[in-house]
């Protein structure tokens, strides 16, 4: 290549190159502690048996979803009036979406708070 046709990238500063491929900065040479407990060997001594958690309106149709009822809509936020997700209660998604939109509805009307103090 002729000295004439130099890149404009030519002129720029080394700096040096990071490695995308090793994203744990191991290549700086600051190696990260084993911590005990949390190896392959020691994760079938702690594994906890988690039930399947199954949908409550699904298993007993009787429970209506409504916004008027609030002592069950209750039930479906936190202390300080978060909608609380459907992994942590174990809803499925039809009816986690119609307890978000009554627990809205029961907001707007006074039926529950919008946060707790």
Known sequence: MDNEKRNNYDDRPSYPR??????DNRD???EMPAREG??????DKRRLYLR???CRFCTDKSIIIDYKNA???RRFTTEGGK???RRITGNCAKHQRQ???AIKIA???AFLPYVKK
Request: zero cysteines; glycine letters at 6%.
């Open 18 to 23: 990071r490695n995308f491929d090793n994203q």
């Open 38 to 43: 949390f190896g392959k060997d020691n994760f």
């Open 28 to 30: 700086r040479g600051d």
């Open 52 to 54: 399947k958690k199954i």
């Open 99 to 101: 307890i978000a939109a």
């Open 83 to 85: 909608i609380i997700p």
């Open 71 to 73: 002592d069950i809509l």
């Open 107 to 109: 907001r707007f009307l």
